[in-house]
C-alpha cells in the first residue's frame, strides 16, 4: 500500500473541523496527548509500517520545511 497524500474526505473542511473541535478547551499536554492517541489509533488502522515510516518521513519534512519559511521571514 503507497501512502495517499490526496484528501480523501468527500468534505475535508468536515474532517479539519473535526480536528479542530476536539481539541477546544484542552490544555497544551491535553492537546498533545490528543495528538499522539489519535495518530496511533490511526497508524493502527492503517497497518502498515513502511507507509507509516513514509508518513513519518513526510510529516518531519514539512516541520523542517515549515521552521526554515519562519526564519527566512525573521530575516
Given amino acids: 500500500m503507497a501512502l495517499s497524500t490526496a484528501s480523501n474526505f468527500a468534505k475535508p473542511d468536515?474532517?479539519?473541523?473535526?480536528?479542530?473541535?476536539?481539541?477546544?478547551?484542552?490544555?497544551?499536554?491535553?492537546?498533545?496527548?490528543?495528538?499522539?492517541?489519535?495518530?496511533?489509533?490511526l497508524a493502527n488502522h492503517i497497518g502498515d509500517i513502511t507507509v507509516?515510516?513514509?508518513?513519518?518521513?513526510?510529516?518531519?519534512g514539512r516541520m523542517i520545511d515549515s521552521v526554515q519559511q519562519q526564519q527566512q521571514q525573521q530575516q
Fill in 14 to 41: 468536515d474532517a479539519f473541523r473535526a480536528v479542530v473541535e476536539a481539541h477546544r478547551g484542552l490544555s497544551e499536554k491535553d492537546s498533545a496527548d490528543l495528538d499522539a492517541a489519535l495518530v496511533l489509533i
Fill in 52 to 60: 507509516l515510516r513514509e508518513a513519518i518521513t513526510l510529516a518531519k
